[in-house]
């Protein structure tokens, strides 16, 4: 069993940056590939970056690939995904996912359909 607890999230203005967070519980992160996916207002919950359980190889979903980071620290049981030139387009409450790496990899990480334990979620709002 994972818990999942993100932070991070808040109102930015266009172009500007923001840091998530999520923090897990337990000692078997390590063994644990790591997604964040957002949904916005009226729409599906989509992909948006995953990352192995050694941080070796990372997925990302092409409306934020080269402005999102994800990275993770085993030490900390901490996932994060930096996020920077935000835009308007990119409001929505971020999750973050797990799933043990055991059983998913690759670029089934992109689907939300894979993952096993969810976050509460953390809401960004991009400014105009």
């Known amino acids: 069993q994972v818990q999942l607890v993100e932070s991070g999230g808040g109102l930015v203005q266009t172009g500007g940056s923001l840091r998530l967070s999520c923090a897990a519980s337990g000692r078997t992160f390590i063994t644990y590939a790591m997604g964040w996916f957002r949904q916005a207002p009226g729409k599906e919950r989509e992909f948006v970056a995953a990352?192995?359980?050694?941080?070796?190889?990372?997925f990302y979903a092409d409306s934020v690939k080269g402005r999102f980071t994800i990275s993770r620290d085993n030490a900390k049981n901490t996932v994060y995904l930096q996020m920077n030139s935000l835009k308007p387009e990119d409001t929505a409450v971020y999750y973050c996912a797990a799933v043990s790496a055991a059983k998913s990899s690759g670029s089934r990480l992109r689907s939300a359909n894979e993952y096993d334990y969810w976050g509460q979620g953390t809401q960004v709002t991009v400014s105009s």
């Open positions: 990352i192995n359980w050694s941080g070796s190889s990372t």
